[in-house]
């Protein structure tokens, strides 16, 4: 390989919350003497970032003035080249495209337009712990609509529910996840088309984000929700960011693609309220060295290195953990264990379970935060050897011990 996915990088005292967090109320305890942490909770990766990040950030390093500005040129045309390229969104423009702090920032900037505090919003469950916490911190109601394991142990959305809960409680706002986190679901064109099909006969806006878009596994093809329908591209304010794909997330800096031009004036206006919704002139460099070629190369090369670790993270769970399910990501670098038959057996908690493996360095996340039951979500965006160590303990720890 062209690029280091293999090296073990000490993130201590390097502003990692996933190393130097631990033992706040956020996690359970710290490890036991003589483990070291191996971080599976936060969405963040152990892998450096492709070196054009790096080297985009010096260059503007270089020139010591750091005044008000406003995103260039380039930066637009790094967006529309990635996302044709990558996407097939041939018809985008600079101006469909604009700046967010955040997705969920941009989330919140789209609901404010769609819907008024105390209206119902539409979301598929498991969901991402972000959209819940920060829909009921800014006053909306939550309505789920499960999702479900078919035959095939493959995530599936359940349209009908979808359509009875919308009906039900009058919802005219939707958040869909593509790919879904903390699933690792991949939609398929005519699952989108589908969805879609229920909002459009129910006047549902929907807010997509897709941040986890250029990880894709195993062949899978990220479909744009816009792009299944002209109507899907009039009512969905799309949501992406380089952070996700090239572990950025601490320099902040996402953005939206919406179509429609009325609905693009009153997103922008409401994300301009606050006057916290301005662009960092190095999250703009880190974007633009991130959406080059070598960004590119260092994408493929990633994906490889994940669907290897989930690979055999999924075999060891079915080979060696009896209990313990799963159905094998297509997407992100998540993976979401089902734990509830095995807690039965043993006649255990979940909350007795996640501090075996956190006091051996195990760092996993409870999954009832993203609206599982009986669940564990494990982030495998780590150089192998770290991964098979997590396994060997899990196993000999916790697991089977």
Known sequence: M??????????????ALCVDCLGEDWTPCT??????????????????????????????????IFGYFRPSEEYFDAIIKWQKERNGAVDIKAEHIGYENGVLGGMLSAMGVFCSRGDSVLVHSPTYMGFTKSLK???????????????NNIWRMDFDDMEKRIVENRIHAAIFCSPHNPTGRVWERWEIEGAMEIFKKHDVKVVSD???SDIVLYGNKHIPTQLVSEDAKMRTVALYAPSKTFNLAGLVGAY?????????????????????????VLSMHALIGAYREE???????????????????????????????TSR???????FMDVDEWLR??????DELLPLGWRVGVAWQDGRQHGGTNHIRLNLALPGCCVREAFDRMDKYVFNK
């Open 2 to 15: 062209k690029y280091d996915f293999k090296s073990v990088i000490d993130r201590h005292c390097h502003d």
């Open 31 to 64: 490890p036991d003497e003589g483990f070291d942490v191996i971080p599976m909770w936060i969405a963040d990766m152990c892998f450096k970032t492709v070196p054009t990040v790096t080297e985009a950030i010096i260059r503007r390093l270089e020139h010591p």
């Open 137 to 151: 911190n800014n006053g909306y109601n939550i309505v789920s609509s499960p999702l479900y394991l078919d035959e």
């Open 210 to 212: 897709e941040i986890w």
């Open 256 to 280: 939206h693609v919406i179509y429609n031009d009325s609905l693009r004036r009153r997103v922008e206006k409401k994300s301009s309220l606050s006057h916290y919704n301005e662009v960092n």
């Open 295 to 325: 960004g590119e190369e260092w994408v493929s090369e990633l994906r490889r290195v994940l669907g290897e670790n989930i690979d055999y993270a999924c075999k060891y769970i079915n080979d060696n953990f009896k209990g313990v399910r």
């Open 329 to 335: 990501p297509q997407g992100t670098y998540m993976v």
């Open 345 to 350: 057996e043993h006649n255990m908690t979940l």
